[in-house]
């Protein structure tokens, strides 16, 4: 089963590249824009070292990957594993794109530009942060492929950093936006609907 667990790493790439590519159609198609209504720039607090955070799960990973999947390694756990490995990325590919398409103004940081807008359409009606739960999904996926202690390791870090990542968003949001801010929050969970 060795050369079909290579396979991850084209499903990998698809989910990178379905990321990459809706980035740079969106950058080029022209869009009417809503008036901004943030009328200053803002930083969240610590944003560096989240977004360090989060690249150490994503290192950990594919390090993970790279060993179970180089060495021969890869735990058969259940009949379709690799199957349901993939339907889970391809689920976080899906919310990714659509995320990025009804927001147009999302940063690897957590910063906020003059331009910014608050989203609240799309995915964001069910959860705040589906870009990170994509990112979540991406690595669970690989973890249902790859069900080795180090890429479920991986699993818990991109958690936790898209958790960071995400509270540390929300600072500088409620502070641009105010109470429109808190009363989506209080409809809306975080990363799983009604739960979290």
Known sequence: ???????IYYVHTLFWTSFGVTRVVL???ERRRAPPVVEETHTAPYSRAVLAFHAVAFAVMYIGLGYA?????VPAWF???????TLIVCGGAALMV???VSFQSWRFRAALDADHELATGG???????????????????????????????????????????ARAEEIVLEQAFGTRYRDYCARTRRFIPGLY
Do not use: C, E, K
């Not at 009949?79 to 490995?85: E, F, S």
């Not at 995915?123 to 973890?143: D, E, K, T, V």
């Open 1 to 7: 089963m060795r050369s079909i667990d290579y396979a």
């Open 27 to 29: 950058r080029v198609r």
């Open 69 to 73: 999947i180089g060495t021969n390694r």
């Open 79 to 85: 009949p379709g594993q690799r199957l349901a490995g």
């Open 98 to 100: 659509w995320a990025l």
């Open 123 to 165: 995915p964001f009606r069910i959860l705040r942060h589906p870009i990170y739960m994509a990112l979540n999904l991406l690595a669970l996926g690989s973890a249902v492929w790859v069900p080795s202690a180090i890429v479920w390791a991986s699993v818990v870090l991109m958690v936790i950093g898209g958790d960071l990542r």
